[in-house]
């Protein structure tokens, strides 16, 4: 039997009821389509009330993934395989995706339903918000993308796989670079920034289309339901190209994606003056590197290329003002950025002092406070978001809070590039906004969010000495609310209740608990102190389905697995040249910085 005729017979209908099971969701046409034709397993799915409909997608060309930081790589491209999942019932959706708004408009993945068809979802357990406490069984009925009510209901209404369920708000990753492909999958060792970055060239061609759904089918397996994409390009030719990508795989795979657009017009060597390299190399290799700079793009040429990019913008997709980093960045381009956000409300979202050689250049190139620069142009504001925040002092957390700039912390990322832990007690005391970001590097590259979210908590209560920088209900509602801000503002998501978007994960709340003593132990507390992604069981964005998991007791095959063959065609060795020059460039790095060598 073909995977298509797998998927067709596990979906089954009764006649009776109107309820739909479905077992096909964003991620299994991924497993099938981007592995080949190839469906590996078929997890029986959750019940839904509902109609069963049909969808297919097909994609054309389309360019290469940059997983690098602020680093231009040449590089070649490759066409994406034609998906076509043709006539099979793929999942449970309530309303078709907005347009294009006159941009190129793909065919969607997923079945439409009318918008008087409710979807209704039930669980044993369910947390609305981050500020409500645990409650029993519930039904959430969503109609046209939308909540429309929760209610409580009888735990003898539930089935089996129904009462295990703990539903809640999808999660935010409020800082990514879509990476579907790891950097240690292709020799880019962990170690500081600065020289990781180099590292980045060992990176093989990549077809950008799979790359993004891989991404973004790995997050939602994650219960992410929407995420900042910090887009970096591999070849600055292509940005276009990759932008529409990038809004295609977002709209297939099902996920709420801001696109932030990438502004990196300043110091593509290293932060500041080059000068004391110039002992070091000859003086060709010099003057090259000299040269770099001079040919990035400008800033009104990026904000015209940006204009054309709106075309892309749908209901799972937007752009953001995107200056990768204010030592990446001159100064009359982040000015720019500023105007620019105040007069459309577009959100901006930038990189800030994530390293000590960070902090370093921004206190020698702004001696009255980097953020008071920041603050003097416009830039601080609620429409902000900064990334890292590592080696932010008492001072500015108070300002950042006072402006209403929200901080992500990307704790697994800061510990493999060895920036340090940001100093999330100072914020929390601040009152600045905290989201959490997975930021394409998680501790065990399996983008586990809800693993993220722990790290956080613990490494917050480590440095608080004797008291508690963050509550289980902190995290929860920077991965709910605040995350979900930086990414969509304030669309009243992040909570289950009438009239919010439909955005719902729910975990397997019984293996969770398994030993805890009811009476006794605490859902909240088990939650952040147990919950992995192999406990996720079911994502909905928007009211459509968009990955469902139930009745399985471990966690489906790590989709970049069936992937790997289809990203790039031969694995093939750098060559010595390719070698030598990222050991020479990371050799200029460490003298420039004092960085002592990695072990490999």
């Given at each position: 039997?073909?995977?298509t005729?797998?998927?067709s ?14 077992t ?42 940059n997983?690098?930081?602020g680093m231009?790589l040449?590089?070649?491209?490759s066409?994406?395989?034609e ?6 019932p ?12 006159g ?22 357990h369910l ?11 519930h039904?959430?009925v969503?109609a ?30 409020a ?19 600065e ?9 093989p ?8 759904a ?5 997050m ?11 887009h ?5 030719q ?15 795979v099902?996920i ?42 400008d ?15 749908h209901?799972?997709?937007?752009l953001?003002?995107?200056p ?13 950025i ?5 007069e ?9 002092l ?21 603050d003097a142009?416009?830039?601080l ?5 900064v990334?890292?925040g590592v ?6 957390c ?27 007690g100072?914020?929390?005391q ?6 959490f ?13 809800l693993?993220e ?12 000495g004797?008291?508690e ?14 995350g979900r ?10 909570r ?39 406990h ?9 389905a ?29 060559t ?25």
């Amino acid at each position: 039997m073909d995977a298509t005729a797998v998927i067709s017979a596990s979906v089954q209908q009764d006649r009776a009821t109107r309820t739909v099971i479905f077992t096909s969701s964003a991620i299994a046409r991924w497993l099938v389509v981007l592995a080949g034709g190839w469906l590996p397993h078929v997890p029986t799915a959750l019940i839904v009330r509902g109609k069963c409909g049909q969808g297919h997608c097909k994609n054309g060309t389309v360019p290469l993934l940059n997983p690098c930081d602020g680093m231009p790589l040449s590089g070649a491209h490759s066409g994406a395989a034609e998906l076509a999942t043709e006539g099979t019932p793929v999942s449970v959706t309530l309303s078709s995706p907005s347009p294009y708004h006159g941009g190129l408009q793909p065919e969607t993945v997923g079945a439409s339903m009318s918008d008087q068809t409710p979807l209704v979802v039930r669980a044993g357990h369910l947390i609305a918000s981050a500020d409500q406490a645990p409650a029993g069984p519930h039904e959430v009925v969503i109609a046209d993308g939308k909540v429309v009510s929760v209610r409580p209901v009888d735990h003898d209404q539930l089935a089996p796989d129904e009462a295990r369920l703990l539903l809640m708000p999808a999660l935010a990753n409020a800082h990514d670079h879509g990476r579907g492909l790891g950097p240690l999958a292709f020799g880019a060792t962990d170690q500081p920034l600065e020289t990781w970055l180099p590292d980045l060239a060992r990176q093989p061609p990549l077809d950008f289309y799979q790359c993004a759904a891989i991404a973004f089918s790995r997050m939602a397996e994650s219960g992410i339901g929407a995420a900042n994409h910090c887009h970096n390009t591999q070849s600055s030719q292509t940005l276009l190209a990759e932008a529409e990508a990038v809004s295609r795989a977002a709209r297939d795979v099902g996920i709420r994606v801001a696109f932030c657009w990438p502004f990196f017009d300043a110091n593509p060597v290293v932060y500041g003056d080059l000068e004391p390299l110039a002992a070091h190399m000859g003086a060709a290799e010099f003057q090259a590197l000299k040269g770099r700079e001079a040919s990035m793009r400008d800033c009104a040429t990026n904000l015209a290329l940006m204009d054309q990019a709106r075309a892309f913008e749908h209901a799972l997709f937007t752009l953001q003002y995107h200056p990768v980093g204010p030592q990446w960045v001159q100064p009359a381009t982040l000015a720019a950025i500023a105007r620019a956000s105040m007069e459309d409300g577009r959100r901006v979202h930038m990189h800030l002092l994530e390293t000590r050689h960070q902090r370093a250049w921004a206190d020698q190139r702004y001696p009255d406070g980097i953020l008071r620069h920041f603050d003097a142009i416009g830039l601080l504001s609620p429409r902000l978001t900064v990334a890292h925040g590592v080696w932010l002092r008492p001072d500015e957390c108070a300002l950042l809070a006072d402006r209403g700039v929200t901080v992500v912390v990307n704790t697994s990322s800061n510990l493999r590039l060895r920036s340090g832990v940001p100093p999330m007690g100072l914020l929390a005391q601040a009152g600045t906004p905290l989201a959490f970001g997975l930021d394409g590097m998680s501790l065990d590259d399996d983008d586990d969010m809800l693993r993220e979210m722990r790290l956080a908590y613990h490494l917050a209560g480590a440095a608080a000495g004797d008291g508690e920088a963050l509550s289980p209900a902190d995290v929860l509602k920077g991965a709910w609310e605040t995350g979900r801000h930086t990414i969509l503002g304030n669309d009243g998501g992040g909570r289950l209740a009438v009239g919010a978007p439909a955005d719902i994960m729910g975990v397997d709340y019984a293996t969770i608990a398994h030993d805890a003593m009811t009476s006794r132990s605490n859902v909240l507390s088990l939650l952040i102190g147990r919950a992995q992604k192999r406990h996720v069981r079911l994502l909905v964005v928007g009211g459509r389905a968009v990955f469902s998991r139930m009745n399985v007791s471990t966690s489906g095959q790590d989709p970049s697995i069936l992937y790997h063959n289809r990203l790039f065609p031969t694995d093939q060795a750098l060559t010595e040249s390719e070698e030598s020059k990222i050991r020479k460039y990371q050799s200029l790095l460490r003298l420039y910085y004092d960085i002592k060598q990695t072990p490999r």
